[in-house]
């Protein structure tokens, strides 16, 4: 499996930037092509207690062509510059491929 995994700094406003994340960016994630599935994780804190990330998103690919493809598709265009919208700032951006051991 291929990823586009983001993290995301706290916000200031954690409510609106919920409301935000859940109401405009997610549809237009779940418009990306290929996309198998989108995994949000909420950050409740580290074994030191707490943690600058608030949430780590995961969009998940069947294999490398589909996330090629993803990447360069209008879509997930829309999403990245949707990002400024809501989350100037806040935001690191990685590709990853999943092994399992």
């Given at each position: ?21 859940q109401?405009?960016h997610t549809p237009l ?12 994780n ?8 707490h ?17 090629k493809?993803a ?5 997930m265009?829309?999403?990245g ?5 809501f989350a ?13 051991m």
């Amino acid at each position: 499996m291929h990823k586009l995994v983001v993290t995301y700094k706290e916000p200031e406003n954690t409510e609106k930037f919920d409301k935000y994340y859940q109401e405009v960016h997610t549809p237009l994630a779940h418009k990306v092509p290929g996309l198998k599935e989108l995994r949000v994780n909420r950050v409740f804190g580290t074994p030191a207690g707490h943690s600058d990330i608030y949430l780590i998103a995961e969009m998940c690919f069947e294999n490398k062509d589909d996330f090629k493809a993803a990447m360069k598709s209008s879509e997930m265009m829309a999403c990245g510059k949707d990002l400024g919208n809501f989350a100037k700032g806040l935001t690191n951006l990685y590709f990853a491929e999943e092994n399992t051991m």
